[in-house]
């Protein structure tokens, strides 16, 4: 009982450190989204230098699975995330956490940054005042047509 207890104290104690962190992005300069977003990508582009490497030098393309990549820089939290999703959580997402986990590391970690950074658009988007920026389209038609505006002035 005393057990079960620690650890629901310890997801909710882990949860407010979550909704925390990301309300203080979402009102803050600093935009921490971005550089974890940023960072993130760039680790999953290392990942796949390392494994091209490997595949130049060995002539074997060796995929390192998310899982054993977690393995390698922290054992203890991924012992702790897996038992978490086993226990709290319904099969079915327990389930594809297993199934992620053994997707790429290049891959996952490539999609936890693209999700950050769209975290971080959203963010800015809505802090914007005033209205929303044109399209990109529109952006990129009227700068192309101010440069032949200029290319015909000169």
Not at 28 to 50: D, E, K, P, Q, Y
Request: no cysteine; glycine share 8%.
């Amino acid at each position: 009982m005393v057990e079960t207890l620690k650890s629901w104290v310890e997801v909710g104690l882990f949860i407010a450190v979550l909704v925390t962190f990301f309300g203080l992005v979402a009102r803050s300069n600093v935009r921490a989204a971005r550089v974890i977003g940023w960072f993130s990508i760039a680790w999953a582009l290392t990942i796949m230098i390392i494994e091209g490497y490997g595949w130049y030098g060995k002539g074997d393309w060796i995929i390192l699975p998310a899982r054993q990549f977690w393995h390698e820089i922290d054992r203890g939290s991924l012992s702790t995330f897996e038992s978490i999703i086993e226990h709290y959580f319904p099969l079915g997402l327990s389930d594809l956490a297993e199934w992620m986990l053994d997707w790429p590391a290049w891959l996952v970690l490539g999609i936890i940054g693209l999700g950050f950074l769209a975290y971080d658009h959203v963010q800015v988007v809505h802090s914007m005042t005033g209205r929303r920026p044109p399209p990109l389209w529109k952006r990129v038609y009227t700068w192309v047509r101010q440069a032949i505006r200029e290319q015909r002035t000169s």
